[in-house]
T-cell receptor, first 115, second 109 residues
Framework: DTAVSQTPKYLVTQMGNDKSIKCEQN?????MYWYKQDSKKFLKIMFS???????INETVPNRFSPKSPDKAHLNLHINSLELGDSAVYFC??????????????FGQGTRLTVV | GENVEQHPSTLSVQEGDSAVIKCTYS??????FPWYKQELGKRPQLIID?????GEKKDQRIAVTLNKTAKHFSLHITETQPEDSAVYFC????????FGTGTRLLVSP
């Protein structure tokens, strides 16, 4: 009965590799997000999708490409991984988008370590 | 764009004391102000929120106040307990949720 689930929970990979993180929500929410949390715990929005449409694209390297096959899923693909990409990536969803004054529900996070 | 500042970055209190965390935001159009608690290794979880048409909201030991004129809002935790120890984030929202930098609260028994 997990509301927002993302996989994998941990990801260790070498520099230069390409990796994907998957996210699914079963709350029926219209909007989904990717956040990056760095080692200092700063939570920064990367992308936001509303009903499969990209609506927020922060200043993120184009090595990061989100894909939303349907409104319940939002995946994040990262090409040519760099050491600085190491962080915890959180997927989140909210009932109305974009954010419009509603709670965001977070997944459990994916700890990405690039070595 | 919206910018949210949060203070203090760390806060240590004795069990039973009160804790106050303060945030300021830059965009007067922001209309939703949630507070999230993140325990070590866990996801952020909403603990309380307030909308721009309300000045104060309380839920048991936690309360949030909002001053729209000054563009600041605060989280108040009374009778703190060791399990309140966590990182707390404020956020402000119009189109997107912009988070503050977090406050690490440590409650000592």
């Amino acid at each position: 009965d997990t509301a927002v689930s993302q996989t994998p929970k941990y990801l260790v990979t070498q520099m230069g590799n390409d990796k994907s993180i998957k996210c699914e929500q079963n709350l029926g929410h219209d909007t989904m997000y990717w956040y990056k949390q760095d080692s200092k715990k700063f939570l920064k929005i990367m992308f936001s999708y509303n009903n499969k449409e990209l609506i927020i694209n922060e200043t993120v390297p184009n090595r990061f490409s989100p894909k939303s096959p349907d409104k319940a899923h939002l995946n994040l693909h990262i090409n040519s991984l760099e050491l600085g990409d190491s962080a915890v990536y959180f997927c989140a969803s909210s009932p109305k988008g974009p954010h419009g004054g509603t709670e965001a529900f977070f997944g459990q996070g994916t700890r990405l370590t690039v070595v | 764009g919206e910018n949210v500042e949060q203070h203090p970055s760390t806060l240590s209190v004795q069990e039973g004391d009160s804790a106050v965390i303060k945030c300021t935001y830059s965009d007067s159009a922001s209309n939703y102000f949630p507070w999230y608690k993140q325990e070590l290794g866990k996801r952020p979880q909403l603990i309380i929120d307030i909308r721009s048409n309300v000045g104060e909201k309380k839920d048991q030991r936690i309360a949030v106040t909002l001053n729209k004129t000054a563009k600041h809002f605060s989280l108040h935790i009374t009778e703190t307990q060791p399990e309140d120890s966590a990182v707390y984030f404020c956020a402000a929202s119009i189109q997107k949720l912009v988070f503050g930098t977090g406050t690490r609260l440590l409650v000592s028994p």
